[in-house]
T-cell receptor
Framework: EPEVTQTPSHQVTQMGQEVILRCVPISNHLYFYWYRQILGQKVEFLVSFYNNEISEKSEIFDDQFSVERPDGSNFTLKIRSTKLEDSAMYFC????????????????FGPGTRLTVT | GQNIDQPTEMTATEGAIVQINCTYQ??????LFWYQQHAGEAPTFLSY????GLEEKGRFSSFLSRSKGYSYLLLKELQMKDSASYLC???????????FGQGTELSVKP
């Protein structure tokens, strides 16, 4: 069964450093997403990506964040200068349009990258 | 504003039925999802409702009332492995942005 993969599984970094989180979405999916989940809190939307551009982003996704699809398979999230409050589990997800509605449908989540900022 | 409400925790007995309720308010709406999340793992898809009514899938069923902004997830013949957090999420745009609730932590006891 196809799955979303993410690397690394755990990243420890110092405050102020740049990190890049990597994802390989399911190969024929068209929509890509990043979410984060701070320990004990709810899953929060960061950004969605479609047709090689950001389609929507949340208030969390400020200038410190960027996304890229550098080739046909990878989807990355970069945090330029990490803060302590960026410590969280970051999930990548991908989806295809619903066959009836044409709207982005079931999102398959990757296993996540646990980011710890010290 | 955008808000998803669901109970924080529930307890049920193995073999029983449990219903987890969710109410939502979103500025756009393209369907209601239920996900299961075990501790330390990724959410996994359980169900999707875009039209009013009941969708059944094995031991799991999900109901939606768009006029009431209400959904529930029904789990039958509970098993110990069903102990997990159940996340209600509304799709709030054509691009599929999901707004999640806090999750309902379900404990299944023997």
């Amino acid at each position: 069964e196809p799955e979303v993969t993410q690397t690394p599984s755990h990243q420890v970094t110092q405050m102020g450093q740049e990190v890049i989180l990597r994802c390989v979405p399911i190969s024929n999916h068209l929509y890509f997403y990043w979410y984060r989940q701070i320990l004990g809190q709810k899953v929060e939307f960061l950004v969605s990506f479609y047709n090689n551009e950001i389609s929507e982003k949340s208030e969390i996704f400020d200038d410190q964040f960027s996304v890229e699809r550098p080739d046909g398979s990878n989807f990355t999230l970069k945090i330029r200068s990490t803060k302590l409050e960026d410590s969280a589990m970051y999930f990548c997800a991908s989806s295809d349009p619903h066959r009836r509605t044409g709207i982005a449908y079931e999102q398959y989540f990757g296993p996540g990258t646990r980011l710890t900022v010290t | 504003g955008q808000n998803i409400d669901q109970p924080t925790e529930m307890t049920a007995t193995e073999g029983a039925i449990v219903q987890i309720n969710c109410t939502y308010q979103t500025s756009g709406f393209n369907g209601l999802f239920w996900y299961q999340q075990h501790a330390g793992e990724a959410p996994t898809f359980l169900s999707y409702n875009v039209l009013d009514g009941l969708e059944e899938k094995g031991r799991f069923s999900s109901f939606l009332s768009r006029s009431k902004g209400y959904s529930y997830l029904l789990l039958k013949e509970l098993q110990m492995k069903d102990s997990a957090s159940y996340l209600c999420a509304a799709s709030a745009s054509q691009g599929g942005k999901l707004i999640f609730g806090q999750g309902t932590e379900l404990s299944v006891k023997p």
